[in-house]
């Protein structure tokens, strides 16, 4: 068996990874690849259990479970796998599930675990951080989707996945996996639908993957898969979010620069003024041609700014995918939040260490510096920012600058702060 560096090194993404997908068109199983001290189930189970600890303190989250029996979506069992005591307390996850589901066999899906396991973000960061310096940056982040279950085929039946992923194996029992190319698929079954109910038959034509802990399987999008399993496991998949370049000028670069192309300063502005009101004998003729001169004005000018408009986006989301240590963005990222709340900026003094938590990188764009996705005014020195984010813990100088940085830095939840000793002399109780 291939051994593997840990993280993949610039040999592995640029050599051996395309030579063994297809030019990365193709899935492949990398056997080993993934240390347990980076990723094991009992992370995920962490992540899960930090989910159900912030809908006990109504706190509103974007990682979103689901629960499933068979194929069937159970959101009516959510609330009570939400609410139960503790697995702890009645011998484990696997029974606790079936008591809570009434069902021998279940599945457990978990959407962007990152933002609820630090250990996870961190250890699959150092994967994901890696891919981005030998394969590439997808321009929309990564995410981390975790399968727990003992579940005898895989929710969404035989399916079409539409992004590049990794399947991370974590165990502690294995997988089998199935994969077809979209051609094949769609000859067998005569279509591109997904394939529910007993698809044992068309297991035979697929391609089969042993997933062991430590796994990790590549599925290029439009590769049809499913897994199948006898005994409980866990899997984080890392779909890469690659957005076409239509849908970010339609969704994100065109509205921005129309809407401040149309927007007026306050409401004595001309592009505030209100419509006239219209004759109705007359028709809309006069509005069509009145809109169509704005229109018309406006998407001039919008041609002549557009490569200012394209670069400023892309400058933005470079440095927010990147900040965050390659992971999606998302507005309530609990663990984001919690370290936030962590970080006192009265404890920012001279003396005090400071720390970027992995796997979240320091950028600078301008005279901003965006950390942990999230842009904050002023900028550190280039050796201070090298340092930190080399991993080193910092010791803060006697330089009010820095210090104001460092406290609103904080505000991001991506730094670590350690206060500053105690010192009898200073008279601190």
């Not at 250990?119 to 321009?139: D, K, S, V």
């Not at 109910?197 to 049809?224: I, K, N, Q, S």
């Amino acid at each position: 068996m291939t051994r593997y560096a840990w993280p993949p090194d610039d040999e592995f993404w640029t050599g051996h990874f395309p030579a063994q997908t297809k030019d990365r068109t193709a899935p492949y199983l990398f056997k080993g690849v993934v240390p347990a001290a980076a990723a094991r189930p009992g992370h995920v189970l962490d992540g899960f259990a930090a989910l159900r600890s912030a809908h006990a303190a109504g706190t509103a989250i974007s990682a979103k479970a689901r629960v499933y029996v068979g194929e069937e979506r159970r959101d009516d069992l959510l609330p009570t796998v939400l609410d139960a005591p503790a697995w702890e307390e009645v011998g484990g996850f696997t029974a606790w599930m079936q008591d809570l589901t009434g069902a021998d066999r279940f599945s457990l899906v978990v959407n962007n675990l990152e933002t609820l396991s630090p250990p996870l973000a961190a250890g699959l960061g150092r994967f994901l951080g890696a891919l981005i310096t030998g394969w590439g940056l997808p321009l929309g982040g990564a995410e981390q989707v975790a399968f727990a279950g003992n579940y005898s085929g895989t929710a969404f039946g035989v399916h079409e996945g539409y992004e590049d992923a990794f399947l991370i194996h974590l165990g502690p029992n294995p997988k089998n996996f199935y994969t077809w190319p979209a051609e094949t698929y769609t000859k067998l079954t005569g279509g591109p639908e997904p394939l529910y109910g007993d698809y044992t038959w068309l297991l035979e034509h697929g391609t089969h993957w042993l997933l062991e802990p430590g796994d990790a399987l590549f599925l290029p999008r439009r590769v049809f898969h499913v897994g199948t399993q006898n005994r409980f496991s866990v899997s984080v998949a890392v779909p890469l979010y690659t957005y076409p370049d239509a849908g970010i000028v339609r969704q994100a670069v065109l509205p921005d620069l129309l809407a401040g192309l149309l927007t007026g300063e306050g409401p004595d502005a001309a592009l505030s003024a209100p419509s006239p009101m219209a004759s109705v004998p007359g028709g809309p003729g006069p509005a069509a041609g009145r809109l169509t001169a704005l229109a018309r004005t406006a998407l001039a000018t919008a041609a002549d700014r557009v490569e200012d408009a394209v670069q400023d986006h892309l400058r933005g989301r470079w440095a927010t995918v990147l900040s965050n240590g390659g992971w999606e963005l998302t507005e309530r990222d609990l663990a984001r939040t919690e370290a936030a709340a962590a970080f006192d900026p009265r404890h920012a003094v001279p003396g005090a260490t400071v720390a970027v938590i992995a796997p979240y990188r320091l950028h600078t764009a301008g005279d901003h510096t965006y950390l942990r996705g999230h842009q904050s005014p002023g900028l550190l020195p280039d050796d201070l920012t090298a340092a930190l984010d080399d991993g080193a813990e910092v010791t803060l100088p006697d330089d009010e600058t820095v210090l104001t940085a460092v406290r609103a830095l904080g505000a991001t939840g991506g730094l670590r702060l350690t206060p500053r000793p105690a010192n009898p002399k200073d008279g601190a109780p």
